[in-house]
């Protein structure tokens, strides 16, 4: 099955270490977003991209990076990692051939908690 | 812009008994209408869409939403409860030429034996 994975899906480390998180996809689709999600604030997009030249912030970027490695491929960096960044993590694709556009297919998530 | 207010956090039925999650969208344009469902430990997946082919959408496990334009709503329905339904529900709008989906805060159902 075409699908979107995510590595790891938990990881604990400490306040200040350099850490990234990764997804793949299978299903062909130009676009891939980062989000996170923390109880009562429902989603919130961090970085989307629509090829591997085309890397874009979203509404809460500060703090961290992104690399487009290729078409199946965008890796989430937190390069000093603080408390506040704990939450869930969830990459998503979507296709910009297909209707309706923006449908998001999400890959499990990468629970993060920095202590 | 785009916008999707859901209202409610959290919102308990009995088993059996009817559920309603309500969403309102605001746009200048038409929308496109989404809601997400994420049960315990998982990813979002999709529920039903909303594409303007049709104002009542029919999804998965015997959801259902009506697109109402003059309310601007997109509400969610299931007649009968169900135990497995308790999860984390999020309304989202997206239109023509836009680059990215708007999602609402999200609405976590429980379900009262």
């Known amino acids: 099955d075409a699908d979107v994975t995510q590595t790891p899906r938990n990881r604990i480390t400490k306040t200040g270490k350099r850490i990234m998180l990764e997804c793949s996809q299978t299903?062909?689709?130009?676009?891939m977003y980062w989000y996170r999600q923390d109880p009562g604030l429902g989603l919130r997009l961090i970085y989307y991209?629509?090829?591997?030249?085309?890397?874009n912030k979203g509404e809460i970027s500060d703090g961290y990076s992104v690399s487009r490695q290729a078409q199946a491929k965008f890796s989430l960096s937190l390069e000093s990692a603080i408390p506040n960044q704990t939450a869930l993590y969830f990459c998503?694709?979507?296709?910009?051939?297909?209707?309706?556009?923006?449908?998001?297919?999400f890959g499990p998530g990468t629970r993060l908690t920095v202590l | 812009a785009q916008s999707v207010t859901q209202l409610g956090s959290h919102v308990s039925v009995s088993e059996g008994a009817l559920v309603l999650l309500r969403c309102n969208y605001s746009?200048?344009?038409?929308?496109?209408l989404f809601w997400y469902v994420q049960y315990p430990n998982q990813g979002l997946q999709l529920l039903l869409k909303?594409?303007?082919?049709?104002?009542l959408v029919k999804g998965i496990n015997g959801f259902e939403a009506e697109f109402k334009k003059s309310e601007t709503s997109f509400h969610l329905t299931k007649p009968s409860a169900h135990m497995s339904d308790a999860a984390e529900y999020f309304c989202?709008?997206?239109?023509?030429?836009?680059?990215?989906?708007?999602f609402g805060k999200g609405t976590r159902l429980h379900i009262l034996p």
């Open positions: 998503a694709t979507s296709d910009p051939t297909r209707f309706p556009y923006n449908e998001q297919f």
């Open positions: 299903k062909g689709h130009d676009r």
């Open positions: 991209s629509f090829d591997v030249k085309d890397i």
């Open positions: 746009s200048s344009v038409p929308p496109y």
């Open positions: 909303y594409t303007s082919a049709a104002t």
């Open positions: 989202a709008v997206s239109v023509v030429g836009a680059d990215k989906i708007i």
